[in-house]
């Protein structure tokens, strides 16, 4: 998918609705996602110095053990873990979307220095799968035993909103009955210095599903996927999300270089506008996924308006899109948004 096209994947007439149904964050400093609607707490939430430890979590990186933490979460949110935190959904249908742009850099240059420094002899039979660009997602469906598509998305400012895409899109298409969406990068020196300033532990998955799969074994749907477009610039790409004067949206979640893009028009008039990365600091793949969950958050409050997210812009090589809607079975939650044991 090059800079100059446009794809959107609004839902037709025979296409499967694709909801959101389980929401889990380990993010430092933010308890619940409805947190993401601000101002953030900043304290509380996930602690990594006890939230990676355990057993399971023994010789992986640190994106992929944040990666699991927060995939459990969401598998639980959605009411698909027994009380031994097995899955009990359709394993051999459900797929794995990651976005990380950096999540196992790290990995990556500690093997290039073993290597310059002492051959690849030097190489821990225990460390070289970290090396892997899949290595996350991979770590997720061994974990949960899950046998649909594994897939990472590493495509710079988009890739988050890329791989909910990518997820959508295997459902409506049937090549997976649900979807874990895991967006990760974590706190490290790599990290750190390919930003040009000090990282934050993110980690963020979500759970999707068709509407009616949901529906059937009793699941709450947060929001629906209703629209998605990746394109040169904001203007294209909202022409091809599902942005309408009929739809108005209520919330956009965006960066100050988002909002200054020139030719959004009066669709994005007066909407509110929350920027993630200026009170997180740079989230990278995990923006777009970040983003969704605040999405879910604004749609379950009952405000007014549909979501919209964006990412990339004018210093990237493209603009995505987002638009979310309510879904229409919808019903009262009975934790608080985003509540885990």
Same mark, same amino acid.
Request: with cysteine; proline share 5%; aromatic share 2%.
């Given at each position: 998918?090059?800079?100059?096209?446009?794809?959107?994947?609004?839902?037709?007439?025979?296409?499967?609705?694709?909801?959101?149904? @389980?929401?889990?964050?380990?993010?430092?400093?933010?308890?619940?996602?409805?947190?993401?609607?601000?101002?953030?707490?900043?304290?509380?939430?996930?602690?990594?110095?006890?939230?990676?430890?355990?057993?399971?979590?023994?010789?992986?990186?640190?994106?992929?053990?944040?990666?699991?933490?927060?995939?459990?979460?969401?598998l639980h949110d959605a009411g698909l873990t027994d009380a031994a935190s097995m899955f009990t959904g359709a394993a051999e249908a459900t797929?794995?979307?990651?976005?990380?742009n950096l999540g196992n850099a790290d990995s990556v240059c500690e093997a290039t220095d073993t290597i310059a420094r002492a051959g690849v002899? @030097?190489?821990?039979?225990?460390?070289?799968?970290?090396?892997?660009?899949?290595?996350?997602? @991979?770590?997720?469906?061994?974990?949960?035993?899950?046998?649909?598509?594994?897939?990472?998305?590493?495509?710079?400012?988009?890739?988050?909103?890329?791989?909910?895409?990518?997820?959508?899109?295997?459902?409506?298409?049937?090549?997976?009955?649900?979807?874990?969406?895991?967006?990760?990068?974590?706190?490290?020196?790599?990290?750190?210095?390919?930003?040009?300033e000090q990282s934050t532990d993110a980690a963020i998955a979500v759970v999707l599903e068709p509407a009616d799969a949901a529906a059937s074994?009793?699941?709450?749907?947060?929001?629906?996927?209703?629209?998605?477009?990746?394109?040169?610039?904001?203007?294209?790409?909202?022409?091809?999300?599902?942005?309408?004067?009929? *739809?108005?949206?209520?919330?956009?979640?965006?960066?100050?270089? *988002?909002?200054?893009?020139?030719?959004?028009?009066?669709?994005?008039?007066?909407?509110?506008?929350?920027?993630?990365?200026?009170?997180?600091?740079?989230?990278?793949?995990?923006?777009?996924?970040?983003?969704?969950?605040?999405?879910?958050?604004?749609?379950?409050?009952?405000?007014?308006?549909?979501?919209?997210?964006?990412? @990339?812009?004018?210093?990237?090589?493209?603009?995505?899109?987002?638009?979310?809607?309510?879904?229409?079975?919808?019903?009262?939650?009975?934790?608080?948004?985003?509540?885990?044991?």
């Amino acid at each position: 998918m090059n800079a100059t096209s446009t794809t959107h994947t609004r839902r037709g007439p025979n296409a499967r609705e694709v909801v959101v149904t @389980g929401i889990g964050l380990a993010l430092p400093g933010v308890a619940t996602y409805g947190d993401l609607l601000g101002p953030l707490p900043g304290e509380g939430g996930f602690d990594p110095v006890t939230g990676l430890t355990g057993r399971e979590l023994r010789h992986k990186d640190r994106a992929s053990r944040l990666a699991l933490r927060a995939a459990e979460f969401a598998l639980h949110d959605a009411g698909l873990t027994d009380a031994a935190s097995m899955f009990t959904g359709a394993a051999e249908a459900t797929a794995v979307v990651v976005s990380t742009n950096l999540g196992n850099a790290d990995s990556v240059c500690e093997a290039t220095d073993t290597i310059a420094r002492a051959g690849v002899m @030097g190489l821990s039979p225990l460390g070289l799968p970290q090396t892997s660009s899949n290595v996350i997602a @991979g770590w997720v469906a061994i974990r949960y035993r899950l046998r649909g598509p594994n897939l990472t998305v590493c495509n710079g400012a988009t890739s988050g909103l890329d791989a909910l895409a990518w997820a959508r899109n295997l459902i409506v298409a049937g090549r997976a009955d649900a979807a874990v969406v895991v967006g990760v990068e974590p706190a490290n020196d790599v990290v750190t210095k390919v930003f040009g300033e000090q990282s934050t532990d993110a980690a963020i998955a979500v759970v999707l599903e068709p509407a009616d799969a949901a529906a059937s074994r009793g699941a709450r749907p947060r929001a629906t996927i209703t629209g998605y477009a990746r394109a040169r610039n904001l203007t294209a790409a909202l022409a091809s999300t599902g942005v309408t004067e009929e *739809g108005p949206v209520g919330l956009w979640l965006a960066d100050e270089a *988002g909002a200054a893009e020139a030719g959004a028009g009066h669709l994005l008039a007066a909407p509110r506008r929350i920027d993630l990365e200026s009170q997180l600091g740079p989230l990278s793949g995990a923006l777009g996924v970040l983003q969704c969950a605040a999405a879910a958050a604004h749609l379950e409050s009952g405000a007014t308006g549909n979501a919209l997210a964006t990412a @990339g812009g004018p210093r990237h090589d493209a603009t995505a899109a987002l638009l979310l809607t309510p879904s229409s079975a919808t019903r009262p939650s009975t934790q608080e948004r985003g509540q885990h044991p």
